[in-house]
């Protein structure tokens, strides 16, 4: 087989751990991270609370439908529950972290699948056209 390479799946899993730990120590990573601890503030806590105590009561009630007696309120009180939160600077960073993280991942993935495409999967060996 001129032109291909093969590759351990060995090999192939120890590449895929070094591109995870090259992550795990990047910059977008950290900022995650510190997104998540800022949500972890008391200051925060309570609207979390009463955002996803809103969201529960909400996907309760539209098991049943928008002709629920309960559906206006609870769909009001969701809405406001979410705007106090997505409004505070502790979210709006752990959202933005959240996106640039995503994005970088999104990204490896895509190249992963784009080298992939062109491989022969066997159960020892995956064999890849060069080019």
Same mark, same amino acid.
């Given at each position: 087989?001129?032109?291909?390479?093969?590759? #351990?799946?060995?090999?192939?899993?120890? /590449?895929? &751990? !070094?591109?995870?730990?090259?992550?795990? +120590?990047? #910059?977008? &990573?950290?900022?995650? =991270?510190?997104?998540?601890?800022?949500? #972890?503030?008391?200051? =925060? $806590?309570?609207?979390? %609370?009463?955002?996803?105590?809103?969201? *529960?009561?909400?996907?309760?009630?539209?098991?049943?439908?928008?002709?629920?007696?309960?559906?206006?309120?609870?769909?009001? $009180?969701?809405?406001?529950?979410? %705007?106090?939160?997505?409004?505070? +600077?502790?979210?709006?960073?752990?959202?933005?972290?959240? !996106?640039?993280?995503?994005?970088?991942?999104?990204?490896? %993935?895509?190249? =992963?699948? *784009?080298? /992939?495409?062109?491989?022969?999967?066997?159960? !020892?060996? =995956?064999?890849?056209?060069?080019?």
């Amino acid at each position: 087989m001129n032109g291909d390479f093969f590759m #351990e799946r060995m090999d192939l899993m120890t /590449l895929a &751990y !070094e591109v995870s730990d090259e992550i795990k +120590q990047s #910059e977008l &990573y950290s900022a995650y =991270i510190l997104s998540i601890k800022s949500l #972890e503030k008391d200051s =925060i $806590q309570p609207l979390i %609370t009463a955002f996803n105590i809103a969201k *529960n009561r909400y996907n309760d009630i539209m098991k049943y439908g928008k002709h629920h007696p309960n559906f206006k309120e609870s769909s009001e $009180q969701l809405m406001k529950a979410k %705007t106090a939160l997505y409004q505070t +600077q502790e979210y709006k960073s752990y959202y933005q972290a959240y !996106e640039n993280l995503n994005r970088i991942l999104q990204d490896a %993935t895509r190249k =992963i699948t *784009n080298l /992939l495409d062109d491989c022969i999967v066997s159960n !020892e060996q =995956i064999a890849c056209q060069k080019g």
